[in-house]
């Protein structure tokens, strides 16, 4: 017979956000309790609503499984004296293992003979499995930010304040700082029960439903859906998607009610976000829409109980939301009084960061730079124009009441303003896709210009803070500068945008040093803020599964296009599954190794030995070939050629001496050395791959 | 429910729960929580239990009288619960049902929030509580007031009590809340908003308030250095409303407001931690004071 054990962690509301985390951490954590104390089970359950974490194992083994272990004592040399009598340390030993001279085994380890004894250890029981470990299984779990309460010497997300933990039917007890363990859990804070005993881990799931509480996550998470769908339905329209929001809903309720409420039809003039930001950041509702997309007078709040008085619930609920949608409506009626042009002035009145002027100054700088980009890439006159009127747009929003209400609204609501004002569509849409992307996968910018203006926003906000010194140190990132450059490297893959950072990165503190008279020490600025896109391009590439070696590889090229940094990673990635690959990698070794002691890398033909020439007629039959092949960014293939020096080189380094007293000679052969080191840098450097 | 009543019956609840029933502190300030029954109580490991009604002014959210959900002053019922009990929720949701709030009839829940109050280097984790939608308490839990960690953890409640009115008696305009059968809201404080918002805003004079901050923030320290920790105390919230008058009145700068609110942070670790001096050379009277310690 197998059995089941039960840990239910009873907690104050946990933030929704830790909840994914957690659940990962809690089976992890388990798996490896189990698998050190050699315990059999056949599967883990987690189960977590706001107030608690539950931890169920099944199939549980328990017998007092023997485990034999050899034991390694001291070394023979020292456990037996002249007369082959034990030494005191191996009495030692034998005492503390329990065992007599006859279980004595000599073994060797390492050249050395060691004593050892076989040892029959028991397992433990279930019962003393979870006895002794679940008071460190709890305190292990961590969490973003954690808390002190009532004077108790433990963290957590929030107070705990009851823990069962169950072996089928029986308790199993551990001290928890005066925290009751027991088998006792609580129901629903108002429906449910506050005192419900447990007795028997198989009855947890259905004891706990019958208080009000469906415990399974992902049922919850059904029953949203499913009733939210089911309620829309009826009115003819569907929930506007929302993955994120559901699963936060889920995490914010033990017995899910969805109930269906109403707005104004009038607030449907408004901008969809306008009405879609308030409904779901700030309330969490899921907004309903029509067949076409369109939003319909209509929200679903989910209540955390039963259907019962439904009608006064939603009538808070739309008060609440009305009261917002008002001010909204004020809002923007206010500001469409004015041209949107007309509200970049103000931005003057909006400080950007004190040392670095205000916010009109940054819209001008961002023009600037964003005009420069687009000449760089070789945008077209229309294209142009816009991206110039987008820069000059792109931070009006920012004094609208609108946005100065509703702060995730920027970018958006400069959208709709630009179109009413009758800006076209390419511009007023580069005014929201600047703050694209705003967060690990979200999407990019959809057109040239968008892409144009939010590196410009990104580049120039890193290149100023950078220059009075605000860099991110350690986990201090106030400005999201980590993140801006993340941005901003995306948006060039993903564009396949041909620019160099090296005239990007010198353009934007150009415009400051133009624009605000900024005065800073310009080359230490610039390399600084090279090094911090390089750790970012490094750390991305790791991330996307590039390994290590590739790109300390490619960085060392020099190269400061990100685009070709990336295709570069990639031909590489393919081309070291080459055969023969570990010989290749050691030749260009030995060639990279004295090249760089090289003083230049000319080559006079009338001092070549007859064992030299081989390898230099072969490079000139190459050389051509390769850098055509480089130019177009075959890099693998440009490899290909340059690896058919392999042979040539072997046989050099066989025949000729490099490192000889005659200076002049010696400068001749690590010039011819230096030609093919210089060839294979602008691939990628060779010597960086780990020759395994 | 009246205004009047709602407090009264919110007062009596938390009194009959062994809360000691004070008056609000009678010097301007912006939260029930900078009260020296909260700020400096909350310090130490003596054992403290309170509610009172504090007045809170807001200048910056001042708005003439005429915005129906903002106010230059709003009224906080402060609870602190030192150390913070077991059933602390529970506690708490009961009071709703003391004002008429029947917790089965509506959709109450526990929103995460964290708080934090630069000025005072105070912050603390926990939770809005939601009533059907909307938010009517602050439920925190105090992890360091004035830069000191807490030694004991207290449970601090804070009900936005024109909030909770406004709900009761249906009405969507501050101003209309019922104080009383005769008198509103707006009878009482209507015509103070106006005068405090063209004050704030337009009238303030700017360099008195700049000197009074100097000066107020002088006699802070060295009040605090001659171990009077009350009257210094006492400068610390002037300085502070001081502040918040200028950053209302645009007078200051993004970046010296940064320093000002650094200033004022100073200022209240100093006096934190003269305060727990104070009451450790005290022999920390309280700890063995019955009825403060247990139910």
Redesign the interface.
Known sequence: MTKSYLLEIGM??L???FVGDTVNQLKSNAEALLKDERVEYSDITIYTT?RRLTLIINGLEDHNTKVEEKVKGPSKKISFDDEGNPSKALLGFMRGQGVGKESIIIDEVNGEEYVFVNVVKVSKSLEEVFATNMENFIKKINFP?T?????KNLRFA??I?WIVSILDDKIIPFEFEGIPVSNITRGH???GNNSIEIDHVNNYEELLKNNYIIVNQLDRKDIIRYCSEKLVREKGGSILQDEELLDEITN?VEYPTPIIGRIKDEYLNLPMDVITTPMKEH?RYFPVIDDKGRLMPYFI?V???DD??SD??I???E???G?RLEDAKFFFKEDIKHPFEDYVNRLENI?F??KLGNMYQKSKRIQKLAVKIGDYLDVGEETKKNIERAGYLSKADLTTKMVSEFTELQGKMGMEYAKLSGENEIVSLAIFEQYLPRYSGDQLPSTTAGAVISIADKLDSIAGLFAIGIQPTGSQDPFALRRSALGIINIILDKKLNLFLNELIDFALYVYVEENGLAFDYNKVKSEVIDFFIGRIKNMFLDSGIRYDIIESIIKTQSDDIFDLKIRADKLNDWLDKEGLSDILTAFNRVSTLAEKAISNNVKRDLLTEDEIELYDSYNNIEEKALSLINKKEYDKALDILTTLKEPIDNYFEKVMVMVDDESLKNNRLGLLRKIYDIMMKVCDLSQIVNK | MLFQDMMLKLLNYWGEKGCLILEPYDIEKGAGTMSPHTFLRTLGPEPWKVVYVEPSRRPADARYGENPNRVYQHHQLQVILKPSPENVQDLYLDSLKAIGIDPLKHDIRFVEDNWEAPTLGAWGLGWEVWLDGMEITQFTYFQQVGSVNCDIESAELTYGLERIAMYLQDIDNIFDIKWNDNITYGDIFNKAEYEHSVYSFEKADIDTLKGLFNTYEGEAKKVISQDLVMPGYEYVLKSSHVFNVLDARGAISVSERTHYIGRVRNLARIVANAYIEQRKEMGFPLLNKDGVKND
Do not use: D, H, S
Request: no cysteine.
């Open positions: 104050e509301e933030p929704a956000r706001p930010k808390m002190k309460w009532g004077g929030r107070p304040r804070r108002f429906l914010i309330q709040t209540r955390n109980g019962k008085y006064i619930v009538k808070g609920n008060k609440v939301l009261a400080t960061q004190e």
